[in-house]
Nanobody, 126 residues
Framework: QVQLVESGGGLVQTGDSRRLSCVVSGRTIAKYNVGWFRQAPGKEREFVASHTWSIGATYYADSVKGRFTISRDNAINTFYLRMNSLKPEDTAVYYC???????????????????WGRGTQVTVSS
């Protein structure tokens, strides 16, 4: 059984940086496309970033482009979301996700994946 566990969330101030981690167990992520999504109170879950296992392509939501970076370390079955220049509107529960078949590009249009973490709260104070 594949399990994803996020960590790294917390309370930060505007302009701060934070790195979220997603540790995967039960299956190697070397051939999984992975992504990060977020959900703010009263809003639908939205795409943040994704990474393709095959060619290393990355995709970002316009709202985070240039500030957030997705990366992965297959050796330790972990992927990351580095968040810089955080803004109050980045406040949300952040979820990691992985899928062996759904493309990283398709994650941009629909927050769907086979495997999900339970989320980690990121709160950015102004």
């Amino acid at each position: 059984q594949v399990q994803l566990v996020e960590s790294g969330g917390g309370l930060v101030q505007t302009g701060d940086s934070r790195r979220l981690s997603c540790v995967v167990s039960g299956r190697t992520i070397a051939k999984y496309n992975v992504g990060w999504f977020r959900q703010a109170p009263g809003k639908e879950r939205e795409f943040v970033a994704s990474h393709t296992w095959s060619i290393g392509a990355t995709y970002y939501a316009d709202s985070v482009k240039g500030r957030f970076t997705i990366s992965r370390d297959n050796a330790i079955n972990t992927f990351y979301l580095r968040m810089n220049s955080l803004k109050p509107e980045d406040t949300a529960v952040y979820y990691c996700a992985a899928d062996p078949f759904r493309s990283a590009a398709s994650m941009m249009t629909k927050p769907a994946a086979d495997y999900w973490g339970r989320g980690t709260q990121v709160t950015v104070s102004s």
